[in-house]
């Protein structure tokens, strides 16, 4: 599949899962997060398709159920993002809870 295709579908994806994704100038690379109880993922949008959509595809590995359905190509890509996830667990999207103290 073509990184537009893939991409697309990603994007279609992310929507299914209540999920806004926008590309944005700037100095980072991408990622999940939640704004005012919406839940994002930025991409940055001086990369080329190819790298925004596997940003796209691992902020969505750690959400997606399992029994989602997905062309093979986009399941190939989460799998992948998956077990990268899976041996770095230093990396996280998960949405930043407050502590007590905070709110």
């Known amino acids: 599949m073509k990184a537009d295709k893939l ?6 994806l992310a929507k299914s899962l209540d999920y806004t994704v ?8 991408g990622g999940a997060c939640v704004v005012h109880e919406q839940r994002v993922i930025l991409i940055n949008r001086s990369m080329p398709i190819e790298a925004a959509a596997v940003i796209l595809a691992r902020a969505l590995a750690r959400f997606v159920p399992d ?3 997905m062309k093979p190509a986009v399941r190939d890509l989460i799998d992948r993002e998956q077990a990268y ?15 007590e103290e905070a709110a």
Do not use: I, K, N, Y
């Open 85 to 99: 996830l899976a041996a770095h667990p230093d990396v996280t999207f998960a949405p930043h809870q407050p502590t």
């Open 7 to 12: 991409f697309e579908e990603l994007m279609g």
């Open 22 to 29: 926008r590309r944005e100038s700037g100095t980072f690379r």
């Open 67 to 69: 029994d989602q359905f």
